[in-house]
């Protein structure tokens, strides 16, 4: 049975996207970084001058939405509030709680350029219990006798209730697509102002806080090291162990999977690692999130620069990411993850590898992106598990040709040319079931 209607925003544009990014920009960008112990300075003493230093906000929304739009992801989320940038708020808030208030209107030039280019915002909120930075109240006008020890939920409640209000008086209550809450407890004002909004927690995989439903959970750490290392959902077949008693093994269905490939923020720093030293990793990775499991999205984090742009030594997954999307993009949108149809992927023949995806319109048409080929002296045939199914056709997704395959207990793909793999992170195989196989 279908958790939400057909209408409901996350049947109707957040799970067909399948894609997103996810961007933290604010004080910290441009060099500020905090500690676990939130005391190391920051590069912009105040908002003054990093308004100075900043673009202006359409240039800004500008780079952020290329970068969107240029890899093929659907939405965007963007920190409109975080602790860790002394609670600066990036719009013109006239509410009496903040102190570091922006005096120019990024939010509003990020909402109009994406929704002006197809793409959904998605607002990211940080809870002042989970993330709370100073409590002599330094960036924050608040009772002195508030501290995170004493969670004083009635006071974060009419803070939250008051900053929905404002932005829905704002921009409208149409002008956010969702948000996007990290610790949140006081989830009935989104609701309230926002009812068309989807209201993603992070690692809250019980789908409850406070009676107040989420309608998808966010997988930020994992359990365990993937197998293969790009394989996120390998390693979320148990629940991650930290200081939360809610915590759950990830559900098959209303998960968004979110890696960062550096830092959450920009800090000026090169970054080296599995992103940066293999550009198709994100691409394996992103498939493997979309095809493993069922309704998974998919959503990196990039921690752009002051300007927006992403920083120098990410350019290259992003160029690749942009050039597999260029002809996979059917295999990705609007599709569900194949676990449970009768063509198994996963680990295949001499330790191939491979995710599925199935088709939301034609159910009987599925896309087998193999991410690791079989071992080299069995590179001529591909055999993949199936139950009871009759095909119709196998393809190559990018050059449209009709592959050879032998029904034979099996699937057996045979003369593959495996090079796409090394070009574009995988090769994609279009399996066309005969009518009436899923009858």
């Known amino acids: 049975m279908e958790r939400f209607k057909k209408n409901h925003p996350v049947n109707s544009w957040y799970l067909p996207s ?17 500690s676990d112990e939130h005391n190391t300075p920051f590069k912009f003493s105040s908002v003054k001058d990093f308004e100075n230093a900043a673009p202006s906000p359409e240039e800004l929304a500008k780079n952020i939405v290329a970068t969107t739009k240029k890899v093929g992801a659907k939405y965007i989320i963007f920190t409109v509030f975080h602790p860790y940038d ?10 009496k709680w903040f102190k570091n208030k922006a005096n120019k209107d990024y939010l509003g030039a990020l909402l109009e350029e994406a929704h002006n280019n197809d793409l959904k915002f998605i607002a990211y909120f940080s809870s002042m219990t989970t993330h709370y930075y100073n409590k002599s109240g330094e960036y924050l006008d608040i009772p002195p006798d508030w501290t995170h020890e004493n969670n004083d939920e009635p006071l974060w409640t009419e803070i939250c209730n008051e900053f929905m209000l404002e932005l ?8 956010i697509d969702g948000f996007w809450l990290d610790g949140f407890s006081s989830w009935l004002p989104m609701k309230n102002n926002f009812p068309n909004a989807i ?3 992070n690692n809250h995989t019980n789908f409850f806080l ?13 359990a365990t090291e993937p197998e293969p290392q790009y394989n996120r959902p390998s390693a979320a077949m148990k629940p991650y162990l930290d200081f939360r008693d809610d915590q759950l093994v990830p559900r098959k269905d209303y998960v968004e999977d979110i890696p960062t490939c550096g830092n959450w923020w920009d800090t000026g720093d090169t970054i080296q690692n599995k992103y940066t030293q293999s550009p198709t990793f994100w691409i394996k990775e992103m498939i493997c999130s979309l095809g493993i499991r069922r309704k998974w999205n998919y959503t990196m984090g990039l921690g752009p620069r002051l300007d927006g ?3 120098p030594e990410f350019e290259p997954m992003l160029d690749a990411m942009e050039r597999f999307m260029q002809w996979a993009s059917p295999a990705i949108y609007n599709t569900t993850g194949g676990e449970c149809y009768p063509i198994q992927a996963g680990w295949l023949n001499s330790n191939a590898f491979g995710a599925l995806t199935v088709s939301n319109e034609n159910p009987e048409t599925s896309y087998l992106l193999v991410t690791d080929p079989p071992n080299i002296w069995d590179t001529e045939v591909l055999r993949v598990q199936h139950d009871w199914v009759e ?17 034979n207990g099996s699937i057996d793909i045979i003369n593959i040319d495996w090079s796409d793999i090394e070009e574009y992170g995988a090769k994609v195989f279009v399996f066309k079931l005969k009518p009436g196989s899923l009858d």
């Open 309 to 311: 742009t992403p920083p």
């Open 391 to 407: 095909i119709e056709s196998v393809k190559d997704l990018r050059t449209g040709k009709e592959l050879e395959f032998i029904m």
């Open 18 to 34: 399948r894609f997103g990014m996810f961007y933290h920009w604010g004080l910290f960008t441009g060099g500020g970084f905090a």
């Open 168 to 175: 829905k008086e704002r921009y409208g209550e149409n002008s």
């Open 199 to 201: 209201l993603t927690g």
């Open 210 to 222: 406070f009676d107040i439903p989420a309608d998808i959970c966010a997988i930020e750490f994992l």
């Open 86 to 95: 002394k609670y600066f708020i990036i719009y013109p808030t006239k509410m």
